[in-house]
C-alpha cells in the first residue's frame, strides 16, 4: 500500500464572515495525480496556499510525511515544489536569468538544478530570449521549472493550464506525467475544467464553496460516466440469454423493475431492439446514456458550463 504523503483533517479558513474552507479532509498518497476540480472560488487556491504555508488556516491539521508538528512540517514543506498563480519574473530577464535569481534568493545549492529545470520543461535551448518575449505556454513552463529546482517528490500545481491553447495544454499534461512516472513526483494539481486533467489524473477531488463534495478514483469516475444502453423489457430473465447470445461481447447487468444496463452497443441499439422483438421480448425502451465528463461536474457543482 502506497504511504501517506498528505493528510489533512477538518481545515477551514476563514476571511471575517467568509468560510474560504470548510471542514476539508483529504489524503494523498504517494505517487497519485490528484486533481482538484472546481469553478473559479471554490476553494482551490486557498487549500493550496494553506498547505505551503502561504496562508494560515483557521482550524484543522497538516500531516506531511507523517509529520504533524508545526516545526517538522515547516522543515517536510521543503520537499515540495509549488506552482500557485502566476510567478513574478522579470521581463528582461532570460529564462535562466530568472531561474538563477530565484536559486540565488531561495539558496538552493548547484547551478545544474537551473538546467535540470530546464530541460525537464523543454526550455534549455530558449537562449538570450526575454521573458517578456515568451509565450503564455513557455510562461507556465518556466513557473514549472521553478518549482522543479529544488527537485520535489510533492509538486502543487494551482490551474497551470489557465488560459492555453490546446497545444500548450497538452504540453502540461505531457510534462505533469513525466514527472509522475520517470520523476516519481506525486501531484496536486487543480483546474476548472475536469476534461483538461481526465487523461493523466488517478484521482479526483471536487470542491465547491469551499467544501469537498466528493473523491473518486479515475475508475470510479469513469464508471460514473461511461455511456451505457438502458433498456426496459417485459421479461427481463428471457431477455438475458438472448443478449448473451446474440451479442456476447457487450457486458451487461439486470437492474430491478425489468431494467437492463449494457456497457457497450451504443451503436447497434436498432439491431438489438429488432432481435429481441424478433424472440418475443417486449422492449419498451431503449435509451443512450451517460458519458460527459463536464455534465457530470455540473450535476455536482451546479452552475453553468465554463467557456
Do not use: W
Request: net charge neutral.
Amino acid at each position: 500500500m502506497m504511504h501517506c504523503i498528505l493528510e489533512i483533517e477538518g481545515l477551514s479558513k476563514t476571511y471575517r464572515e467568509s468560510h474560504a474552507l470548510q471542514n476539508i479532509h483529504l489524503n494523498i498518497a504517494a505517487g497519485d495525480i490528484c486533481a482538484v476540480i472546481g469553478k473559479n472560488g471554490a476553494g482551490k487556491t486557498t487549500l493550496f496556499k494553506c498547505i505551503t504555508e502561504q496562508v494560515f488556516p483557521t482550524a484543522g491539521k497538516i500531516t506531511l510525511y507523517g509529520k504533524s508538528e508545526a516545526a517538522e512540517v515547516r522543515q517536510e514543506r521543503r520537499k515540495i515544489g509549488a506552482l500557485i498563480e502566476e510567478p513574478a519574473f522579470f521581463p528582461d530577464f532570460t529564462a535562466r536569468q530568472n531561474l538563477e535569481y530565484y536559486r540565488q534568493q531561495r539558496g538552493i545549492a548547484g547551478k545544474t538544478s537551473i538546467d535540470q529545470a530546464l530541460k525537464g520543461v523543454k526550455l534549455l535551448t530558449t537562449g538570450k530570449k526575454k521573458f517578456k518575449a515568451f509565450s503564455l505556454g513557455m510562461k507556465q513552463r518556466l513557473g514549472l521549472a521553478l518549482a522543479l529546482m529544488t527537485h520535489p517528490t510533492f509538486l502543487l500545481l494551482d490551474e497551470p493550464t489557465n488560459g492555453l491553447d490546446p497545444e500548450g495544454k497538452a504540453e502540461i499534461r505531457q510534462l505533469i506525467q513525466t514527472l509522475n512516472e520517470e520523476k516519481k513526483v506525486t501531484i496536486l494539481i487543480s483546474s476548472h475544467v475536469l476534461s483538461e486533467l481526465q487523461s493523466v489524473a488517478t484521482r479526483y477531488v471536487f470542491m465547491d464553496q469551499g467544501r469537498i463534495v466528493e473523491q473518486l478514483t479515475a475508475e470510479e469516475l469513469l464508471n460514473k460516466t461511461r455511456k451505457t444502453v438502458e433498456l426496459v423489457v417485459n421479461d427481463s430473465g428471457k431477455a438475458a440469454p438472448i443478449l448473451e447470445k446474440h451479442f456476447p461481447d457487450i457486458p451487461y447487468r439486470i437492474l430491478p423493475d425489468h431494467h437492463i444496463q449494457l456497457f457497450g452497443g451504443m451503436d447497434k441499439t436498432d439491431q438489438i431492439n429488432r432481435v429481441l422483438y424478433s424472440q418475443g421480448i417486449g422492449v419498451f425502451s431503449i435509451n443512450v446514456t451517460g458519458g460527459d465528463l463536464e455534465e457530470y461536474y455540473l450535476s455536482l457543482l451546479g452552475g453553468e458550463r465554463d467557456a
